[in-house]
């Protein structure tokens, strides 16, 4: 073997310091944003059934919630709302009291540092679980922009500190853009759901968020899985809007598309893993098949490989506890 010529890899693996000093890629509790459903009523915990460990919480359960955020150091949630009421125009989503604005209200007044992030569509407040206005059995775009932007305005109004818009109308960016400026809140960023699939990976928030769509699915306007140049141009579309950060959404099927926002435009990229990606990890740790921990901070880790600088999560709270305990 003297004459062999290859190379030694091994080197830089031997030993956990040695594989520490060589580690590319790094997670910290600041990287994570944790969602939060906030529920309408009192005294409300209620369990997602087909997310363990997530709860719908009401108001009076909220500042427990975002104390034990700050105290594993994480520093952001978005909040979703689950309204008592829906209509057909998502009324309870632009109230200046409905259940998100008063949640936003409430954060900000006990945690004025907590960066609020606040998720911006109708399909929790439509009775038809759609993210924008119907005539006809068609989802409309333009009539549906009007109601997004005074959404996001709402939602500043009660002290968001970023809109982050999840329906995927074509120039939902741009009008929601245009609100806020044109409200006084030209300094609050856009998290736009710039790149978002029409994915199976969402079921579970579903039953969260009380928002399937209740003709239909989301197909004519969030995006074919099979495609990966039309990424790009929902996210230059969005660049050009204003949009300040990108989200790619879900995250797991989808790093390689990660990866490609990442290299071609030069904003923050968020990963959204999304609720099946949570729930298919803890139905397998449940039984025993995969070991949580390690399988979490993994995908996790790889996230932020593909290109995430932020990822929003419901493993936040206990990757944050697990990075800690190293
Ligand atoms: C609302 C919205 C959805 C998610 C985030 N915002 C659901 C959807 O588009 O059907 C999914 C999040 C998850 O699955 O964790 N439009």
Excluded at 255 to 284: C, H, Q, W
Aim: charged fraction near 25%.
């Amino acid at each position: 073997m003297k004459d062999l010529q290859f190379t030694r890899h091994r080197r830089l693996r031997n030993s956990v310091n040695m594989r520490a000093l060589v580690r590319e890629t790094h997670l910290h509790p600041e990287d994570f944003i944790y969602p939060i459903f906030i529920v309408e009523g009192e005294q409300k915990r209620n369990a997602v059934k087909s997310m363990p460990g997530v709860d719908q919480i009401s108001l009076d359960y909220l500042n427990d919630e975002i104390q034990e955020l700050v105290d594993l150091g994480i520093k952001s949630a978005m909040v979703f709302g689950v309204p008592a009421e829906k209509d057909a125009v998502g009324s309870q989503a632009y109230h200046d009291h409905g259940i998100v604005q008063k949640g936003i209200r409430q954060i900000k007044e006990n945690f004025p540092d907590f960066v609020v992030i606040a998720d911006t569509c109708l399909c929790q407040y439509t009775d038809h679980g759609h993210c924008g206005v119907i005539e006809d059995g068609k989802i409309l775009n333009d009539p549906s922009l009007d109601l997004l932007a005074r959404t996001a305005v709402s939602q500043a109004k009660a002290g968001a500190d970023i809109i982050a818009p999840s329906n995927m109308m074509d120039g939902f960016v741009a009008a929601i853009r245009h609100g806020l400026d044109e409200g006084g809140f030209e300094d609050v960023p856009v998290m736009s759901y710039a790149v978002k699939y029409a994915s199976a990976f969402y079921g579970p928030f579903r039953d969260a968020a009380h928002s399937s769509p209740q003709f239909g699915d989301r197909k004519t306007y969030q995006m074919d899985p099979a495609n990966r140049l039309e990424a790009l141009r929902e996210a230059e579309s969005d660049v050009e809007e204003g949009a300040d950060f990108l989200i790619v959404k879900p995250a797991l099927s989808y790093l390689d598309i990660m990866r490609d926002v990442k290299n071609t435009f030069n904003l923050p990229v968020v990963a959204y893993n999304v609720s099946g990606e949570y729930s298919m990890i803890k139905a397998a740790a449940q039984n025993g098949w995969v070991n949580e921990k390690e399988i979490v901070l993994e995908k996790l880790i790889s996230m932020k490989r593909a290109g995430a600088d932020l990822i929003v999560t419901y493993h936040a709270k206990d990757a944050a506890r697990w990075l800690s305990d190293k």
